[in-house]
């Protein structure tokens, strides 16, 4: 044993990443707490334009932040659209969730705990796909890269997309449905702690297994 851990493919991890992300995101919004910044203005098209689904306007909007990058790079990015494509996953992963998950019980015990595993998937979802070493989601390579681009911190710019799309799906909501729509005490509750318990998990996970992937490969022959 010698504390040697144990080696994972980070393509298999992204997989299950996006799989656990879309089924807590969804989780969280039948919870009645809210929705996730990030995916709040989707969810806000959605509802004001409900003829396409939630998972197509999320890869839309998705696929509208890696045209925005490319413009801030001025040139084309061939990982931006491998993280498209992670994103097209994510948003058809949703379609297929809301399936069942529409249909679960809404008690409000059941609300509670929909709500905490909601919190506990997401935050364990995001800790390992930062850690496959592949492209990562559109909404969650954003902030990142225009960070990068711009110099300012990332945490100035994490802070303002996510009160951008909060904005917007207030506004959105409020003027065409009458009442502001998807956002609650968990969206709240998400935004002020959610980075504390993802970088627990990654802590944890650090700690227990390590990732490659093709990517990494390539990387360390470089």
């Known amino acids: 044993m010698n504390g040697k851990k144990p080696v994972l493919r980070g393509e298999a991890g992204l997989v299950a990443a996006v799989i656990i992300n879309s089924l807590g995101v969804l989780l969280m919004l039948q919870s009645g707490s ?13 509802q004001v334009l409900p003829k396409l689904s939630l998972g197509t306007w999320t890869y839309m909007f ?24 992670v994103g097209f996953a994510f948003g058809e992963m949703m379609d ?4 069942w998950i529409t249909k679960l019980p809404l008690t409000i015990p059941l609300r509670i ?9 997401i935050c ?12 990562i989601i ?14 300012k911190p990332y945490a100035r710019i994490k802070i303002s997309f996510d009160v951008i799309c909060l904005l917007i799906t207030a ?18 509750v998400a935004a002020f702690t959610m980075g504390k318990g993802i970088a627990l998990i990654g802590n944890w996970m650090d700690k227990k297994v390590e990732f ?3 990517l990494q490969k390539k990387e360390a022959g470089a």
Do not use: W
Request: hydrophobic share 50%; with cysteine.
């Open 171 to 188: 506004c959105m909501t409020y003027f065409c449905l009458g009442h502001i729509r998807g956002l609650g005490v968990g969206t709240v």
């Open 96 to 99: 297929v969730h809301e399936l």
């Open 34 to 46: 809210g929705i996730s910044a990030i995916s709040s203005v989707p969810y806000a098209f959605n």
């Open 138 to 151: 559109p909404t969650d390579l954003f902030p990142r890269e225009v960070a990068d681009i711009t110099g």
């Open 124 to 135: 364990f979802g995001i800790a390992l796909s930062n850690r496959c070493r592949l492209p």
């Open 62 to 85: 998705q696929g509208l932040l890696v045209a925005i990058l490319m413009l801030m790079r001025r040139k084309f990015v061939p990982s931006y659209l491998f993280s498209f494509v």
């Open 113 to 121: 705990l929909y709500f905490v595993l909601s919190y506990l998937i």
């Open 212 to 214: 490659v992937s093709v």
